[in-house]
């Protein structure tokens, strides 16, 4: 099976099921204070599992302490949240996984 492209000549190859460039935010937010911008990211899925390397980094340098608020995956160019993750049920389904609570 090959991949096949189609070219208009100016623009070169046209690979219409790849969609343009996206960029898009991880957010730190807890109700009540400002939101924090941990990242900017290009060319992601648009799925909380994109938060996961955020999380993980997130819950190690809390330490033993619970965290709260949440990180979120937000679109550069609609401000649209696009995923979120919860870090207190982060946290606990961490504890939990590890036999530390």
């Known amino acids: 099976m090959g991949l096949m492209s189609s070219s208009n000549g100016e623009e070169g190859p046209n690979w219409s099921h790849i969609e343009p460039s996206r960029e898009f935010r991880v ?13 900017r ?20 340098e809390c330490g033993s302490s619970t965290p709260s608020g949440e990180l979120v995956l937000v679109d550069d160019d609609t401000d649209a949240v696009l ?9 606990h389904d961490f504890r939990k996984a590890r036999n530390l609570s």
């Open 27 to 39: 957010e730190y937010r807890v109700a009540g204070s400002d939101t924090v911008v941990l990242a």
């Open 83 to 91: 995923a979120r993750r919860d870090l207190h049920r982060a946290f």
């Open 41 to 60: 990211i290009k060319n992601v899925f648009a799925h909380h599992d994109t938060l996961t390397q955020y999380v993980s980094r997130f819950l190690s």
